[in-house]
């Protein structure tokens, strides 16, 4: 590695969202390179981003968005990272025009640089996957979401690339040291107040592509043969009047509890922890592996295409149950099983945790992005 530089990494990135705190928190910990992330404040959607945590190691950029984050241009210090980094981590979506143009100069001009990216995106149609993994496979080094996206990226001809997953999770310590400091006695005393009944958690923007409505209408079927059950739902979002006319609609006002927004891992964790199951009709993704790091099983659909990377830690009757895209008496079908077999999540649980203390989490990222940068060097 050249002598002028002190094995500095530059991150380009739009946000440092609270989700990859810990994964910053681990790889910004290694003496071995000095890391800076340069990066937009904030998205025009509400996402709770932590640059302020890292000021010493952050940049905070300027930038011009079009069409709600459809084209985003960004104030790159152009002089500053080419003079300073001799590592250059960019976020591959061609979305960010400066971020794309940059990261394609830097290939040209055989820096090194890694591709951080999502090999497969539910959102794309066919023809822009096509160009994007084209101006994708120009790139020697990629950092993709899963072992899966891997295999997808081989399957699709990227022989030549050197492919490391990043296997996308949550500062798991961090979870485990605040679910020790929960007693059984306020889990069993937070139960309590819904009367014992069986608890169904979703947490989520109440958002079109989330389809809670679906779920709604599964509890109001279920509600005529079994009535004991208590949805709670975190989150808020443009459909949360038209869920909430559902539900008066359907008379299940008091089977449903709304709970806002909560970011705080602490106040959220009694929910994760108290609830039997976590539902999400539409596509998942980072939050199938917030719910198996508390050992709750996972309610959502089987259609593996329509869903973020992170479902290829679920796996059918083994962390939680699934059932066809859509179909809302499926749907019923899986929470009825739950409503009646209450031991059902304590069959999921060890899976559930197993699966990401193995493989999805904050620690298991910084090693494999270290593996990475080991090979690039």
């Known amino acids: 590695m050249s002598n002028n530089f002190n094995n500095k990494i530059a991150f380009l ?26 990066t937009q404040k904030n998205l025009p959607i509400p996402i709770k981003t932590v640059e302020k945590k890292f000021k010493k190691k952050t940049q905070i950029l300027k930038y011009l968005s079009i069409g709600n984050e459809k084209i985003v241009f960004t104030s790159l210090p152009l002089f500053r990272l080419l ?21 394609t100069f830097l290939r040209l001009m055989r820096k090194k640089v890694i591709l951080w990216t999502m090999a497969h995106s539910r959102n794309n ?43 996308n999770g949550l ?31 979703s947490c989520a923007r109440l958002i079109e592509k989330n389809k809670f409505h679906q779920a709604v209408e599964a509890f109001a ?3 005529k043969i079994n009535d004991k059950f208590i949805w709670i739902i975190i989150g808020e979002g443009q459909e949360k009047k038209r869920i909430k006319k559902l539900i008066e609609q359907y008379r299940l006002n008091k089977y449903v509890s709304f709970k806002g927004e909560i970011y705080n891992e602490q106040k959220l964790s009694k929910y994760f922890m108290a609830s039997d199951c976590l539902i999400h009709p539409a596509s998942i993704g980072l939050s199938i592996i917030h719910s198996f790091a508390y050992g709750l099983p996972v309610i959502t659909h089987s259609n593996k295409k329509y869903h973020n990377p992170e479902i290829a830690a679920f796996k059918n009757n083994y962390t939680g149950l699934s059932f066809k895209m859509n179909d809302v008496n499926g749907l019923k079908k899986c929470i009825q099983k739950f409503l009646m077999n209450k031991k059902l999540k304590f069959f999921f649980k060890k899976n559930c945790y197993d699966t990401v203390k193995n493989k999805y989490n904050a620690n298991i990222m910084a090693a494999n992005f270290f593996r990475l940068i080991e090979k690039l060097n």
């Not at 994708?136 to 050197?162: A, C, G, M, P, S």
């Not at 020790?180 to 139960?191: G, L, P, Q, R, V």
């Open 83 to 103: 003079n300073e980094f001799d590592i250059f981590v960019v976020e591959g979506n061609p979305r960010y025009i400066t971020h794309f143009l940059f990261a």
């Open 221 to 223: 079927r279920i509600k």
């Open 13 to 38: 990135v739009n946000i440092i969202p609270s989700y990859r705190e810990g994964f910053y928190r681990k790889i910004i910990s290694n003496k071995k390179f000095n890391i800076e992330i340069f």
């Open 125 to 167: 149609n066919k023809l822009r996957e096509a160009i994007r993994l084209w101006w994708t496979k120009f790139f020697k080094f990629l950092f993709v979401y899963t072992d899966d996206e891997v295999l997808f990226l081989k399957r699709k001809n990227f022989k030549k690339n050197i492919i490391y997953p990043m296997n």
């Open 171 to 201: 500062d798991l310590v961090n979870i485990d040291k605040i679910k020790i400091k929960i007693s059984k006695k306020e889990i069993d005393n937070f139960k309590k107040k819904y009367k014992d009944k069986t608890i169904f958690l």
